[in-house]
């Protein structure tokens, strides 16, 4: 199938059809890097690479990377482009409910294809990787600001239990084989080409009834929200440090106190369908799991001179209207 040998530096991105991985592979093929996607497309969709259609450094494999022979296919064609210098592991289950569920999805889709990527980077001598985890490994800590010495940590949904598993294995695997792991503590990320997320699924609903949004939890669950551009721009940052620890772990997120999911409903609702009622739960989780309440510090990713373009209630109000548009609304 592929009968060319290019002699150049590849980048395999797991996950690369998703959300944040269609940003982050844009940005590293206007690198000029050359690209192997490789995803399952259970969300991510090839349409949202279409627009690199004729390029001839980007390279789409559909595969399952928690299946041992998929995995192994992936990074025997990538030899074929050229040298693996690093994995972007973006690849996960991100609906956390049904991971709740049923806990052999985040079993299967986070942490084996975290091991399995694991092995197949040892097996060829690939060593580095840029990790998306979460903050939902640190769990429920209430008012107490997050960072990344904080500890015990105690996930409370199965989401966070398998990036916290990956963690673990990629800093073991960090001691036997890897020189760099650069492991991404995300918040909550919004923006386009979306596929799920609350803004996703509060204009979704007031497009199918303009007439109500119900909101999962009564409003007062508080987060920061960070815009996908934003995101990736602080992932290349760390990426591109050229000393540092081995295994360097870094929360992303925006620097203020976040927003109410009552204020994002407000809003939602305002660019969708004014005259909507806003039907609101009793309990202040949207569902088991939900973290109603957390603050970011953000020190160690500032210390790399990157701050966020935009904060929380710019994020989201860009992302309304992105995500509005998706939905030619």
Request: aromatic content about 8%; charged content about 20%.
């Amino acid at each position: 199938m592929l009968d060319i040998k290019f002699e150049c530096e590849l980048s395999l991105v797991a996950g690369g059809a998703g959300f944040i991985g269609t940003q982050l592979v844009t940005n590293l093929l206007d690198q000029g890097r050359t690209v192997l996607v490789v995803d399952n497309f259970s969300r991510g969709q090839r349409n949202f690479l279409s627009h690199h259609l004729g390029n001839r450094r980007l390279h789409v494999v559909e595969a399952d990377l928690s299946r041992r022979e998929n995995c192994e296919m992936a990074f025997n064609i990538a030899e074929d482009l050229g040298r693996i210098s690093e994995v972007w592991h973006l690849a996960a289950n991100s609906d956390i409910p049904a991971g709740v569920a049923d806990p052999d999805i985040d079993l299967k889709d986070t942490f084996c294809t975290s091991f399995e990527l694991l092995r197949a980077m040892r097996a060829h001598k690939v060593k580095v990787i840029n990790f998306a985890s979460s903050s939902a490994v640190y769990g429920d800590w209430m008012d107490v600001p997050l960072h990344e010495s904080l500890g015990p940590l105690r996930p409370i949904s199965n989401y966070g239990a398998m990036k916290l598993a990956s963690e673990a294995q990629i800093c073991a695997s960090a001691e036997s084989f890897l020189d760099q792991a650069n492991i991404f503590r995300f918040p909550n990320v919004v923006g386009t080409p979306a596929t799920h997320g609350v803004l996703y699924d509060f204009i979704g609903r007031l497009k199918k009834d303009p007439s109500k949004l119900e909101v999962l939890g009564d409003g007062t669950q508080q987060k920061s929200y960070l815009h996908v551009s934003d995101l990736v721009s602080a992932m290349l940052a760390v990426r591109n440090r050229p000393t540092g620890p081995r295994v360097e772990i870094v929360n992303i997120g925006a620097t203020d106190v976040g927003v109410t999911v009552k204020w994002i409903a407000e809003q939602v609702a305002s660019r969708i369908s004014p005259s909507a009622e806003i039907v609101f739960g009793d309990s202040n989780r949207g569902w088991i799991g939900d973290v109603p309440k957390f603050q970011y510090l953000t020190d160690r990713i500032q210390s790399y001179d990157w701050v966020p373009m935009l904060g929380s209630r710019a994020a989201v109000i860009r992302a309304i209207n992105e995500i509005a548009l998706e939905f030619d609304l």
